[in-house]
T-cell receptor, first 116, second 113 residues
């Protein structure tokens, strides 16, 4: 079974600064998808960014980018120019690419605090 | 286009009571699933379905039943609620294949006393 580990229960960053959230995963598969989800206090789960394992290029969405290291099984999220609205729980998630029936395996989350 | 809807948003049950959490999606997604979120545990998969008439167990299925009679609806049933089922429940849907994101409902906070 796959596992996802987020080693930082909580992170704090000054507004406008850059912060990196860590995620590692364990799998024997070669084809899979990785996701970062944001959960604000409203508890709605919002997709931040996704990465397909067969793509070597790191995904980028505006101020959000990932550092995907397939050999090291690492998938960190970098948030540039942090804003107050970025304060939330962030979850790293894994899904197998085979068959389509697999659900997401989530890490335990990182609570991101933005200091004004 | 409402996306994924869940009812109710909040519910309090007594131990032993039964109830059904409703979930519906209007995106014609084949795949639907239920997760529970507990403090410090992230989200864990309860049951999932790859289409009408097909369901299967996830990581934590005990105490829950599901059915999928239509593409749109995927209710989660608690037959005899226990305090260990106190949690936030999320329904999600996505197209069956490809790197598509899961679209999540707003969640149901369930308390079993």
């Amino acid at each position: 079974a796959q596992t996802v580990t987020q080693s930082q229960p909580e992170m704090s960053v000054q507004e406008a600064e850059t912060v990196t959230l860590s995620c590692t995963y364990d799998t024997s598969e070669s084809d899979y998808y990785l996701f970062w989800y944001k959960q604000p206090p409203s508890r709605q789960m919002i997709l931040v960014i996704r990465q397909e394992a067969y793509k070597q290029q790191n995904a980028t969405e505006n101020r959000f980018s990932v550092n995907f290291q397939k050999a090291a099984k690492s998938f960190s999220l970098k948030i540039s120019d942090s804003q107050l609205g970025d304060a939330a729980m962030y979850f790293c998630a894994y899904r197998s690419a085979g068959g389509g029936a697999d659900g997401l395996t989530f890490g335990k989350g990182t609570h991101l605090i933005i200091q004004p | 286009n409402a996306g994924v809807t869940q009812t109710p948003k909040f519910q309090v049950l007594k131990t032993g009571q039964s109830m059904t959490l409703q979930c519906a999606q209007d995106m014609n997604h084949e795949y639907m699933s239920w997760y529970r979120q507990d403090p410090g545990m992230g989200l864990r998969l309860i049951h999932y379905s790859v289409g009408a008439g097909i369901t299967d167990q996830g990581e934590v299925p005990n105490g829950y039943n599901v059915s999928r009679s239509t593409t749109e609806d995927f209710p989660l049933r608690l037959l005899s609620a226990a305090p260990s089922q106190t949690s936030v429940y999320f329904c999600a849907s996505r197209p069956l294949a490809g790197p598509h994101e899961q679209y999540f409902g707003p969640g149901t906070r369930l308390t079993v006393t």
